[in-house]
């Protein structure tokens, strides 16, 4: 059974930085995976993504410079490092997988897998 952990959330102030995990298990890791995140009473939107190789990543326009998105396949587990975090991006954190893709795609209905979310709060 595909499964996606994510860790790493937590409580920062403004300019500080975090890196986010995600472990995968269950025979999926070699696909497109995606960060998304979503606050309250909003969609979830997406944040980075990286292609089966790890050649290709794709950021939201907001994050470009600052995130960085990368995967390790030794240890099965993408990551996201959080750099000049701002209050703003408090949120709930997601990694996703796409199924027979080894693309990414920027429309959170394209990954059929997820896990259950780290939170991230940047304090001003």
């Known amino acids: 059974q595909v499964q996606l952990v994510e860790s790493g959330g937590g409580l920062v102030q403004a300019g500080e930085s975090l890196r986010l995990s995600c472990a995968a298990s269950g025979g999926t890791f070699s696909n497109g995976m995606g960060w998304f995140r979503q606050t309250p009473g909003k969609e979830r939107d997406f944040v980075a993504g990286i292609n089966r190789s790890g050649t290709s990543t794709y950021y939201a326009d907001s994050v470009k410079g600052r995130f960085t998105i990368s995967r390790d396949y030794a240890k099965n587990t993408v990551y996201l490092q959080m750099n000049s975090l701002k209050p703003e991006e408090t949120a709930r954190y997601y990694c996703?997988?796409?199924?027979?893709?080894?693309?990414?795609?920027?429309?959170?209905?394209?990954?059929?897998?997820w896990g259950q979310g780290t939170q991230v709060t940047v304090s001003s």
């Open positions: 996703a997988v796409r199924s027979g893709y080894s693309s990414v795609s920027l429309n959170r209905r394209d990954y059929e897998y």
